[in-house]
């Protein structure tokens, strides 16, 4: 069966609608590294100024101004290195943004300090939604769709493992995390880390940011690693997922698990479908 694939970013056509929509004339430099949707650096013609495009399709300008884009702005107050929203827009179904261009290079392989300074950004998110309870809070679609991934019937035509799988998603007792007030970045693994030298510079790509328990995000940074990293670090990070409560972690991985395996089936080679099956297994059988 044909999947049907995510959207990618048409960088030149969304600048002129851009144009169109604010006055604001943007000129395109080329695709930024990584990403499964995209995004682009520009240039603002005016000022020359670099910055970074991207794009949410079937979004609404005003529900990412509630929620990802507020998430976004706390973040940064709470000395989290995310990139300040320059420019948003409602362009026909799809919102864009241009964001701050941080410093650094996209991380590709965390070792030892880099996970340091992950799970010391990971503290500071601790609290910082108290008091906005306006604002959404992380929704795991363990027993229904998400909108445009962690779709369920993926997994259940895939294979008899991939059915497996999926009911054992959907047996899990909560299908939500424990309510939290902590910012939750929701797509916190290496590709959406930047680094200088050894030093983390940026944590970008906030577009599924919310409201919940930071914990979610060292789950999904144990997704990220999966054979992207030495055994002391893998070692390391499973030590802290080993400590939290069964409440926290058994949600969030079977949402890791669902989003890794329906991505994969309908983006990514068969072998990669394994893999993301041979770790989803591993806290789900």
Known sequence: MTWQRAQRLDADRLV????????????VEGPCAGGE???????????GRRSVLKWRPHSRLEELQAGPLAVQKAAVQAGIPAPATQLSAQVGHAVAMVQELLPGEKVDLLDEDLLD??????????????????????????????????????????????????????????????AGNDVVHLDFHPGNLLA??????????????????????????????????????????????????????KPAWAHMSLRMTDWAIRHHAPTEVSQWFDLAEQRLS
């Open 16 to 27: 002129a609608d851009l144009y169109a929509q604010t006055g604001v004339r943007l000129v």
């Open 37 to 47: 949707v995209g995004a682009a650096f520009v240039r603002w013609a005016e000022t």
């Open 117 to 178: 300074q992950a799970l010391r950004l990971n503290a500071l998110q601790a609290g910082v939604l108290r008091g906005r309870e306006d604002i959404p809070s992380v929704k795991l679609f363990l027993r229904e769709d998400g909108p445009g991934y962690c779709l369920h019937e993926p997994l259940r035509q895939h294979s008899a493992r991939g059915a497996a799988l999926e009911r054992m998603i959907k047996a899990v007792p909560d299908s939500e995390m424990p």
């Open 196 to 249: 200088s030298g050894k030093v983390i510079t940026g944590v970008v790509d906030w577009d599924g940011a919310a409201r919940g328990n930071r914990a979610f995000d060292l789950v999904t940074l144990r997704f990220g690693i999966h054979h992207r990293a030495d055994t002391n670090v893998t070692n390391r990070l499973d030590d802290v997922l080993n400590q939290l409560p069964e409440s926290v972690l």
